[in-house]
């Protein structure tokens, strides 16, 4: 079992930057295959950016690509998205996520690849 506590979320203008952070419980957390997604109001969950159990790949939706980076510490049991150059439509609520757990190497950025969820924070980008 893990939880998953997102936090960093806020209001910031148009071209400004955030960090959000997902501290994860358990002893486990290198094992486990970590996304970002986001919701905005009325709209699905879409995916935003996944990193691998070791940290060694990361894959970002094409919309966040080159301003949003995403990074681990398996010491910490953290998982960081650093957004920068946001717009309006990156509003929405932004979710952390861990899959089963099993070391998957591969890509994971489909809703239903990822068992646990955080209770997600609010992102709000000004014009």
């Known amino acids: 079992q893990v939880q998953l506590v997102e936090s960093g979320g806020g209001l910031v203008q148009t071209g400004g930057s955030l960090r959000l952070s997902c501290a994860a419980s358990g002893r486990t957390f290198s094992s486990y295959n970590m996304g970002w997604f986001r919701q905005a109001p009325g709209k699905e969950r879409d995916f935003v950016a996944s990193?691998?159990?070791?940290?060694?790949?990361?894959y970002f939706a094409d919309s966040v690509k080159g301003r949003f980076t995403i990074s681990r510490d398996n010491v910490k049991n953290t998982v960081y998205l650093q957004m920068n150059s946001l717009k309006p439509e990156d509003t929405a609520v932004y979710y952390c996520?861990?899959?089963?757990?099993?070391?998957?190497?591969?890509?994971?950025?489909?809703?239903?690849?990822?068992?646990?969820w955080g209770q997600g924070t609010q992102v709000t980008v000004s014009s």
């Open positions: 990193i691998a159990w070791s940290g060694a790949s990361t």
């Open positions: 996520a861990a899959d089963g757990g099993s070391r998957y190497n591969g890509i994971r950025r489909r809703t239903y690849e990822y068992e646990y």
